[in-house]
């Protein structure tokens, strides 16, 4: 062997080092992004449907889907935001939410049961919430 070839191959292993210490990194970044709180996970659905104005206004004026398409994204739109919701119970029963998040929370789940079209989908999902949940969603004007 030359001394080129053992050159190579010690910066081959050199390489293989610095890869292998960049994918222990990144596998462990996105382990702890995996961990993230129920709440963030239900944040990030709820905020994808957020970007259905037409079906939220639907919802809102108590309107019939148009198809078995639409009411697929009704329902998860519904659960997505209930889901939020309940995750947010869980952190208040924890004592993780302040006041202000509390009240926040409270006329969340207010402003949504006060639609129309969400009844619907609601009853399906009560038997999954928390007592938390049930008694804010009973308290609706």
């Known amino acids: 062997m030359s001394l080129i070839d053992l050159l190579a191959a010690a910066f081959t292993i050199v390489l293989f080092i610095i890869l292998a210490y960049k994918i222990y990194n990144n596998t462990k970044q996105m382990r702890g992004t995996a961990k993230k709180s129920g709440s963030g996970k239900a944040d990030d659905m709820m905020h994808d449907f957020m970007d259905q104005p037409v079906l939220w206004a639907k919802l809102s004026k108590g309107l019939e889907a148009s198809g078995p398409d639409e009411e697929l994204s009704m329902t998860l739109m519904v659960n997505a935001a ?27 789940v207010h402003r949504i049961c006060a639609m129309p079209g969400v009844a619907k989908y609601l009853e399906d999902l009560k038997p999954d919430f928390s007592q938390r949940l049930l008694a804010i969603i009973d308290q609706t004007p």
């Open 82 to 108: 209930f889901q939020g919701f309940q995750a947010q119970c869980e952190e208040a029963d924890a004592g993780t939410l302040d006041e202000n998040e509390i009240l926040a929370l409270e006329e969340g």
